[in-house]
């Protein structure tokens, strides 16, 4: 796996990663832009690696195409954990989401999350602590914080830490074990 890594990183100092259906909702296009404003100024280069497929890739991809973004499209289950291994953050720039189950998996692969504000899944995210809650309306916000995570290797693996921690919580096992006894304490008629 690490030599998969090494061919990934290669060129780059600092990987994100993003996964969604290529669709508006799923601010696939915001992500890009966060992307570009991160290298254009920045001494540090910014790789995003997309999972996902949908009908906006081809023009995701062809306006993206001067970026270091990798759109490698659909994979199956058991493939996905390998990308959250190599990558250094996470970033859902969905418009809204009721949830976003995908941030629990970030979270479970110990990845500091960068989650917009309006995402049901940015209750889990604590800033400096598992992530960063940032705001689409102002992309600076993540670039902020992802240069911040950049500059402060510290930080990453406290953050790596504490999202480890934290998956053993939100896991579907423990979130089930925790509404049978929310159910029981407030429904139980015996």
Not at 86 to 97: E, G, N, P, T, V
Not at 143 to 152: G, P, Q
Request: charged share 25%; net charge negative; hydrophobic share 40%.
């Amino acid at each position: 796996m690490k030599q998969l890594k090494d061919e990934y990183n290669s060129n780059t100092h600092f990987t994100l990663l993003t996964s969604g259906a290529l669709i508006e909702r799923k601010g696939i296009d915001l992500t890009i832009k966060i992307v570009e404003l991160l290298n254009k100024e920045s001494e540090n280069t910014y790789q995003l690696l997309v999972l996902g497929d949908g009908p906006l890739k081809k023009s995701l991809h062809e306006w993206s195409r001067e970026l270091p973004i990798n759109f490698l499209g659909f994979k199956q289950k058991e493939e996905i954990p390998y990308y959250f291994c190599i990558a250094d953050a996470f970033l859902f720039c969905s418009r809204y989401d009721g949830w976003g189950l995908v941030i629990n998996e970030a979270i479970s692969a110990g990845l500091p999350c960068l989650v917009n504000k309006d995402v049901g899944s940015s209750e889990l995210i604590e800033n400096h602590v598992n992530g960063f809650i940032c705001d689409n309306e102002n992309l600076l916000s993540y670039v902020n914080a992802i240069e911040m995570l950049c500059k402060d290797k510290a930080l990453i693996e406290s953050i790596r830490t504490n999202n480890l921690q934290l998956s053993d919580q939100i896991c579907s096992v423990s979130m089930a074990d925790q509404l049978n006894q929310f159910l029981r304490e407030n429904f139980n008629n015996s």
